[in-house]
């Protein structure tokens, strides 16, 4: 069974500019949830869906990120326009009706 | 609000000896418990957790941890480490009531180092 994957692993953008963040949870895995690492933080949750629908958006820092799940599979996270404080580790990972979350390698992201 | 503790940012140790990250966290309602590894250039990977039942929970790899109530920790221990146990520790709580499903809350990760 394949794992959560997420693209692109690495990018590097200008401030300003707009960078788009995909992940791909485990198939059959109805929650979705993004979490980011800012450099010598703690892992901050951001939100999660349930299939399509948003359940706890409370962790979206600002309306520059906009996240995303169309038809309920894999889901987007756009950075909009991109500040310097943005730059971090961003998770994502996925979970059937259960306690355990699965992640992903995490888009390491860097803006200059 | 919900608050997690990793006391040690960093533990360096020599192969074979045992090891023993500590965790703490704060919570004023009942939480599942969660230990995840990071090793370079991965993603995180589960542990073990503690959702109820015995306090002592085994993982995989070898490690362990306890979950105390009354010192709210769920401190992670390893009788002898191996090289390859070099990696980024991360301890998390998650609401125990209602759902099954919600969010994590992270401590701040405890690199650990293990020497030859």
């Known amino acids: 069974e394949a794992g959560v994957t997420q693209f692109p692993s690495h990018s590097v953008i200008e401030k300003g500019q707009t960078v788009t963040l995909r992940c791909d949870p485990i198939?059959?895995?109805?929650?979705l949830y993004w979490y980011r690492r800012v450099m010598g933080k703690e892992i901050k949750f951001l939100l999660h869906f349930v299939k399509e629908s948003k359940q706890d958006e409370s962790g979206m820092p600002n309306n520059r990120f906009l996240a995303e799940r169309t038809g309920g599979t894999y889901s987007t996270l756009k950075v909009q326009p991109a500040e310097l404080e943005d730059s971090g580790v961003y998770f994502c990972?996925?979970?059937?009706?259960?306690?355990?979350?699965?992640f992903g390698p995490g888009t390491r992201l860097l803006v200059l | 609000a919900q608050s997690v503790t990793q006391l040690d940012s960093q533990v360096p140790v020599f192969e074979e000896a045992p090891v023993e990250l500590r965790c703490n966290y704060s919570s004023s309602v009942s939480v599942y418990l969660f230990w995840y590894v990071q090793y370079p250039n991965q993603g995180l990977q589960l542990l073990l957790k503690?959702?109820?039942?015995?306090?002592l929970v085994k993982g995989i790899n070898g490690f362990e941890a306890e979950f105390n109530k009354s010192q709210t920790s769920f401190h992670l221990r390893k009788p002898s480490v191996h090289i390859s146990d070099t990696a980024e520790y991360f301890c998390?709580?998650?609401?125990?009531?209602?759902?099954?499903?919600?969010?994590?809350?992270f401590g701040q990760g405890t690199i650990l180092t293990v020497h030859p």
């Open positions: 998390a709580v998650k609401n125990a009531g209602g759902t099954s499903y919600g969010k994590l809350t």
């Open positions: 990972a996925s979970s059937h009706w259960e306690e355990t979350q699965y």
């Open positions: 198939s059959g895995h109805d929650n």
């Open positions: 503690y959702l109820s039942g015995s306090t």
